[in-house]
């Protein structure tokens, strides 16, 4: 009799060694320290040029992390460290275009977006972690009585099985969904709730989150913008933790795939903050990746898809999308549809 073994529930996550434990961690801490200490004493508006070099780092970096997870666990382990990053970096394109949208609608002077961003992903890789340990274990405790089917013993999960109806749902719905040119965060339960417990200035303080006007304390629009950050980073990781889960039940792999991505969004967003409209096709390769993970998670019991397959699969969607997106031109699109109206 074949059994499965993708998330079977006796089945346990690689035990990694020590060093690539303390690897990651030394990485982190120095990286951070020197994107805030070094480069970033003083509130100034990112380049375009710094924004490439950093994007450019964290890639670099995240890939040779990638190489280290293969020597240190073999090909598998690195394809769905691979693969669990491509997703999340995909999917966190999204959050790209909601920061303008923040950033434009409480007027953020550009030089301090980069330090909104910053204690944003700070809060992002604690929260982060809480999700990935805390999903982990909810899967364990969520596996169904195995039963067999064709003779193949199956033991269904309930958690992750209401991970992959959510994500085709969510995969379906992005389709027909679009993007609104202006949004009203005054109506947003953070918002809301922080202007309830704290006293607000109305003007910025040389990029302080706190200030003091007339003897009394108060917190600065700024505070108040990465709190709203942090509350729309956890709606996302609503979307991007599920998805990552079809990719492997190893906590260590799904937490430092996800930091790296995380860490990697700020550059790219003011690499990518004025070039978003030209990526018109990648909404639509989001959504056929959520999908395709949300299909792998529901017969993850019954057809067992490689993790090489998921990450080919993944990095094809991603590159046709963008290729589409680069190569039929807007004025192409238009003159299709006026021609297709006659």
């Known amino acids: 009799m074949q059994t ?45 040029r710094e924004a490439l070099i950093w994007t450019i780092v ?75 340990f805390a999903g982990v274990e909810l899967i364990k405790l969520t596996y169904l009585p195995p039963f067999v089917v064709n003779g193949t013993e199956v033991q269904l999960n309930v958690v992750l099985t209401i991970f ?42 040389k990029g302080k989150f706190f200030t003091k006007q007339n003897g009394k304390r108060l917190a600065t ?37 996800n930091i790296f991505a995380i860490l990697g969004l700020r550059a790219l967003y003011f690499l990518l903050a004025n070039l978003m409209p030209l990526f018109r096709f990648l909404h639509y390769g989001l959504a056929v990746i959520l999908i395709f993970i949300g299909a792998k998670m529901l017969i993850a019991d019954f057809i067992e898809i490689p993790s090489p397959v998921s990450l080919v699969v993944v990095v094809t969607i991603l590159t046709v999308s963008i290729l589409l997106s680069v190569l039929i031109k807007e004025e192409k699109i238009s003159a299709d549809v006026k021609q297709i109206s006659k």
Request: hydrophobic residues 55%; aromatic residues 16%; glycine residues 4%.
């Open 164 to 205: 992959g109806f959510f994500l085709l749902y969510a995969g379906l719905k992005s389709f027909n969904s679009h993007k609104e040119d202006q949004k009203d965060f005054s109506k947003n339960i953070v918002v809301r709730i922080a202007h309830r417990l704290l006293p607000f200035s109305k003007e910025y303080d």
């Open 4 to 48: 499965s073994t993708i998330y079977s529930a006796a089945s346990v996550a690689p035990h990694h060694n020590w060093w690539i434990i303390m690897t990651f961690s030394v990485v982190i801490v120095i990286m951070l320290m020197i994107d805030l200490g070094i480069f970033n004493k003083k509130n100034h508006t990112i380049s375009s």
């Open 58 to 132: 964290w890639i670099v970096i995240s890939l040779l992390f990638g190489l280290v997870v293969y020597f240190e666990s073999g090909l598998n382990s690195a394809s769905d460290y691979i693969a669990a990053y491509l997703i999340e970096k995909s999917l966190s394109m999204d959050n790209i275009f909601v920061f303008i949208l923040i950033f434009s609608y409480f007027n953020v002077p550009s030089e301090y977006q980069h330090k909104v961003l910053f204690y944003g992903i700070i809060g992002a890789i604690l929260f982060r972690a809480i999700f990935i």
């Open 221 to 257: 629009p700024l505070f108040l913008v990465v709190l709203v950050i942090e509350s729309t980073d956890i709606l996302f990781a609503v979307d991007s933790i599920p998805a990552i889960f079809a990719i492997t039940n190893d906590p260590f792999i799904l937490y430092t795939s």
